[in-house]
């Protein structure tokens, strides 16, 4: 587990997920949703050719 040094640094959007990288930044990243469904396709029917 880590310390927390400073509270309330940086303002936090709702959606993204912050950490810290090796070089000790603060870095911002949006946060991936699972699960979501996509919008249904129709499937086109192709006419088989007559030998």
């Known amino acids: ?3 927390i ?3 309330k ?3 936090r959007k ?3 997920l912050y950490y810290v990288d090796g070089q000790g930044n ?3 990243a949006v946060m991936a949703r699972g ?3 996509k919008k249904a396709t ?3 029917v192709t006419k ?3 030998r």
């Open 26 to 28: 603060v870095c911002e």
């Open 14 to 16: 709702p959606g993204h």
């Open 42 to 44: 129709k499937k086109k």
């Open 48 to 50: 088989k050719k007559k």
């Open 1 to 3: 587990m880590g310390k």
């Open 35 to 37: 699960g979501k469904k």
């Open 9 to 11: 640094v940086i303002t």
């Open 5 to 7: 040094i400073v509270k």
